[in-house]
């Protein structure tokens, strides 16, 4: 069974900190995303990444980056931290054959800015 | 930019009964995927659909894909209280990431 684990459930954080989100994936898949989840708004995409050491913007780019040193490790990073950074964020990851691949999820990081 | 609507947003119904929700599109995709996302946890998927006129079978849920592959449906049949959840429809065209839709919350009371 494909497990993605992100490192925490919850997290509080206060405005201006610098921030990182581990997800660490044990299916050596390619392919691993960040997204947020907002109710009314969905699933966005913030980065995503097809192999290690690359990275592309997602739709909402703004205010976040991401590093990718080893396959099973993707870290998003939010560098001054702000309020409307408030989110659910869910990590996710797929094989290759096509990026049509079904995404596995984590179970997501809550992350509240004080 | 491709959008998936999802409709309806909310839809609140009684142990037993039968639902549909949809999944439309004016983009054509290559495939097309659902997920169920349970309070607390990560989307799920359920089915990928392929080929347009597509009809898979879950259980109690049917999935099909338009036969233009714009859009998708899901219908559960004597829905009960461990189908509560939220619902998300997901395409893919090319080679750019999945599009989500933002999804229907389904509720069945027992």
């Known amino acids: 069974d494909v497990k993605v684990t992100q490192s925490s459930r919850y997290l509080v954080k206060r405005t201006g900190e610098k921030v990182f989100l581990e997800c660490v994936q044990d299916?050596?898949?390619?392919?691993m995303f960040w997204y947020r989840q907002d109710p009314g708004l969905g699933l966005r995409l913030i980065y995503f990444?097809?192999?290690?050491?690359?990275?592309e913007k997602g739709d909402i780019p703004e205010g976040y980056s991401v590093s990718r040193e080893k396959k099973e490790r993707f870290s998003l990073i939010l560098e001054s931290a702000s309020t409307n950074q408030t989110s659910m964020y869910l990590c996710?990851?797929?094989?290759?054959?096509?990026?049509?691949?079904?995404?596995?999820f984590g179970d997501g990081t809550r992350l509240s800015i004080l | 930019t491709q959008l998936l609507e999802q409709s309806p947003q909310f839809l609140s119904i009684q142990e037993g009964e039968n639902l549909t929700v949809y999944c439309n599109s004016s983009?054509?995709?290559?495939?097309l995927q659902w997920y169920r996302q349970e309070p607390g946890e990560g989307p799920v998927l359920l089915v990928t659909?392929?080929?347009?006129?597509e009809v898979k079978k879950l259980k109690r849920l049917t999935f099909q894909f338009g036969d233009a592959r714009k859009d998708s449906s899901l219908h559960i049949t004597a829905a009960q209280p461990g189908d509560t959840g939220l619902y998300l429809c997901?395409?893919?065209?090319?080679?750019?990431?999945?599009?989500f839709g933002k999804g229907t919350r389904l509720s069945v009371i027992a």
């Open positions: 996710a990851s797929s094989p290759t054959g096509g990026r049509k691949q079904p995404q596995h």
């Open positions: 990444s097809y192999d290690v050491k690359m990275k």
């Open positions: 997901a395409g893919n065209s090319g080679n750019t990431p999945l599009v």
């Open positions: 299916m050596d898949h390619e392919n």
């Open positions: 659909v392929v080929t347009g006129g």
């Open positions: 983009s054509v995709f290559s495939s």
